[in-house]
């Protein structure tokens, strides 16, 4: 038996109309919005390589912002200014969407495992690898950062248990 439209209104009749109707959107606003832009995959970021080296004269001003965010977070992770490089990958991150956002989130949850904050650290790494697990590249990076935040919490859980 094939379903079709006059079936379906002969069986259910006007009741089954009367609910199409309600779910249809009653003003243009309020329909759901196609992207009006393909989201252009960017080159990859190698380990240690810095973000700037990821911009060119097509590199759009929000995500060159977001660029020189991270690269500056970066920069201040490795200087020891934990504090201030959370700041910087926060703005990149709400700056805007790229595809580099998988290693600004590995950057944080460096930054959080270098705080101490490891459950932190835990959950970017979790968003960073379901990217970067696809790269060779980031592979021994993610392990180790992964194997760190994980002997770090459960040291840090054995010494609160007091044992």
Do not use: C
């Not at 609910?19 to 995959?41: D, G, L, M, V």
């Amino acid at each position: 038996m094939v379903l079709d439209n006059t079936l379906l209104d002969q069986t259910f009749g006007r009741e089954r109309a009367a609910t199409q109707e309600e779910n249809q959107p009653e003003a243009e606003s309020e329909r759901p919005i196609a992207p009006k832009t393909k989201i252009i995959e960017s080159p990859p970021l190698l380990p240690h390589e810095s973000f700037n080296g990821k911009m060119s004269a097509a590199t759009s001003g929000r995500r060159a912002v977001a660029l020189l965010l991270a690269e500056k977070g970066r920069r201040l992770l490795r200087a020891g200014a934990y504090e201030k490089a959370l700041v910087h990958f926060e703005k990149a991150l709400a700056f805007d969407y790229t595809s580099y956002q998988p290693y600004i989130y590995f950057y944080l949850a460096r930054t959080h495992d270098y705080l101490g904050n490891y459950q932190q650290s835990a959950n970017f790494l979790e968003v960073a690898e379901s990217w970067l697990n696809e790269q060779p590249a980031w592979t021994a990076e993610v392990a180790t950062l992964r194997e760190n935040t994980f002997r770090a919490r459960n040291s840090a859980s054995y010494a609160h248990s007091g044992r």
